[in-house]
């Protein structure tokens, strides 16, 4: 068997895999969107309301709009590839919807001047590719209060995914919060490198009970460390980015929840209108991006109080999760008293704070 | 913060034993269907699969025994359709392989639907009296649920069928040269599919540990690459059963152990850490490759009674 038959077969399968999910024909009086996701929509977490939005869209716009996704596509040389195709295949707007997906859609976005693309998580943008995300960071800063609060054993457990800003910003903020719950409280890092890989969440929230840990945090898609802390007892998990509803109310006790349907109805409105612009789009709980799913009755009464006051401060912007004094890890000072971070430190975070006992790998 | 003591050697063990099971059961059987000359890209499709049969029906029923069941025969089944196309259509089984992998994952998602977020009955561990008690060595032999040892079964059972049995000799000959076989008046076809299902049943079993007793629930796509691991282990392995043990333990192991290493927080760098479980298995199994190992020699051939 040749070099030449295993591609010949590798593309003609691929081929097929990617006609499944693009249907053939666009009309051209219809607004074509596009999304690619990079896990499948049954994750039931990051992509699972990705698609979500998706849907709102479909539903708002009936007939006007037509779209189409691929699932599953690698971070990489590949994700070139499937934009490419949706945009050759008449797409007029493409969310790509992970940050890996940085590079290869600035690199497709200028070869499609005439299509409008749109990045989540990432800060490279052009003419015709805006950025957008939400500051997941406000509900990682209520997990840390309740996690702190929860604790017995002061070890709570932290699946990574990639050592990338949005990932340390998310962890630097459980933490401050934790830590003015309960002083005592010291956090266990795993980096997964994975943001999918249910086997290997399971395996890492595992290890983690394993060693101490009576809280878990995750930052990987899948409900996987859900389980995991279930099969364990007593282990008080959080949903990420889905309400991950179907472990309530215990393990999980609370949840931190993407909503991205009002954000990409508006956008491709924008297309339609001819009134799209590229941007960078940043929000949070305040504006509804985000949002706090319920905290259940697991949680003590006078906990869920204090997370719901916090909760309000941050939406109302009284309280910013990144307010001083704060220092990194390495003792230097960061933020003075009353001071807060400002979003180009936030948007390139490659530090932890003070008290975190572990390395950022490079 | 490094913190070596809060490893449990026990509990390791255990974890070891439930990530290296499911590529463990899918190599084991991949490298039946591979000596029987046949090569089938699609374990992940056929792994994904046995994963939602078994969990649908355990779920259904109650009995994780006959999710397992099941679960076998869900991924001997998506393997006939390869069976069918390669054995009796004659098609490329590169090719194939890769449409059963894509089919698998899509069937599976279709068919789970109404599963996410479900917890499926607990598989029971063995609780083998007097031998589970003796301190240390209780608790890492002999107290696994009975998939775990079912899966050391098969892979003795395979090493010795391969190497002492008649049916394993006819097997090695099909994969050798099926042209010679087919010549002694061996049913070279037959020979096959049965290795074909066999290797799908295995699979199956694999995809379904990992939805029963691994993580456990169902989720779209959950296997990950785990089937291409497999795969990719036969070949290291250089189509041995023993080596394909070892070679799924150390992934296995090297996986749990370099998680348990960065959540006590050894000094030393993660990304190393992540990438130790391919380079480990890789470096150990080429270096025992070094001695003239070689694929069976109609690996991935067409087979046509009339050549």
Known sequence: MTLKTILTGATVALGLAAGAVIPAQAQDDKTKVGFIYVGPIGDG??????????????????????????????????????????????????????????????????????????????????????TYSARFYEGRAIQGHIAGKMTESNIVGYIASYPIPEVIRGINAAFIHARKANPEVEFKIIWAYTWFDPAKEADAATALIEQGADVILQHTDSTAPQAAAEKAGGVVTFGQASDMAEYKPFPRVSSI?????????????????????????????????????????????????????????????????????????????????????????????????????ADIPQ | ?????????????????????????????????????????????????????????????????????????????????????????????????????????????????????????????????????IPFLGPVLFSHDLMVYLALALVTAVWAGLKYSRAGLVLRAVGENHDAAHALGYKVVRVRVLAIAFGGACAGLGGAYLSLVRVPQWTEGMTAGAGWIALALVVFASWKAGRVLLGAWLFGGVSVLQLNLQAAGVALPVEYLSMSPYLITILVLVIMSADRSRAPASLARIFHASQ
């Not at chain 1, 699972?48 to 709102?56: I, S």
């Not at chain 1, 590839?81 to 200028?110: C, H, K, P, W």
């Open chain 2, 1 to 133: 913060m490094m913190d070596l003591s809060s490893i449990s050697p026990i509990l390791l063990l255990a974890s070891i034993m439930a990530a290296s099971t499911p590529i463990l059961l899918a190599a084991i059987g991949e490298l039946v269907v591979e000596r029987a000359g046949v090569l089938n890209l699609g374990v992940e499709g056929m792994m994904i699969t046995g994963a939602i049969c078994g969990f649908a029906i355990a779920v259904n029923t109650g009995s994780p025994a006959l999710g397992f069941l099941v679960a076998a025969l869900g991924g001997a089944g998506l393997s006939l359709l390869f069976a069918l196309l390669t054995q009796v259509a004659l098609a490329n089984q590169v090719a194939s392989g890769l449409a059963l992998t894509l089919f698998g994952l899509g069937l599976s998602a279709l068919l789970g639907q109404g599963y996410v977020g479900i917890k499926p009955p607990p598989t029971p561990r063995l609780d083998i009296p007097v031998l589970g008690d």
């Open chain 1, 257 to 357: 929840i993407d909503d991205w349907k009002p954000y990409y109805i508006a956008r491709t409105q924008a297309v339609i209108d001819g009134t799209w612009e590229s941007h960078q789009v940043w929000d949070g709980i305040g504006p509804g991006m985000v949002a706090i799913g319920e905290i259940t009755d697991a949680v003590p009464a006078e906990v869920k109080q204090e997370a719901l006051a916090l909760k309000d401060a941050i939406a109302s912007g009284e309280y910013h999760p990144f307010t001083g004094p704060l220092k990194k890890q390495d003792g230097s000072d960061w933020l003075a008293e009353g001071e807060t971070a400002d979003d180009g430190t936030l948007l390139g975070m490659d530090f932890y704070v003070e008290g975190l006992d």
């Open chain 1, 45 to 130: 977490g990051w992509t699972y309301e990705h698609n979500e939005g998706r849907l709102a869209v479909e539903e708002h716009f009936g007939d006007q709009v037509e779209t189409v996704y691929q699932e599953s596509v690698p971070e990489g040389a590949d994700a070139t590839r499937a934009i490419t195709q949706m945009a050759l295949n008449g797409a007029d707007l493409i969310f790509t919807t992970s940050f890996g997906y940085m590079d290869a859609t600035l690199a497709v976005a200028e070869k499609f001047p005439d299509v409008k693309f749109e990045h989540a998580t990432g800060y490279k943008t052009a003419p015709n590719l805006s």
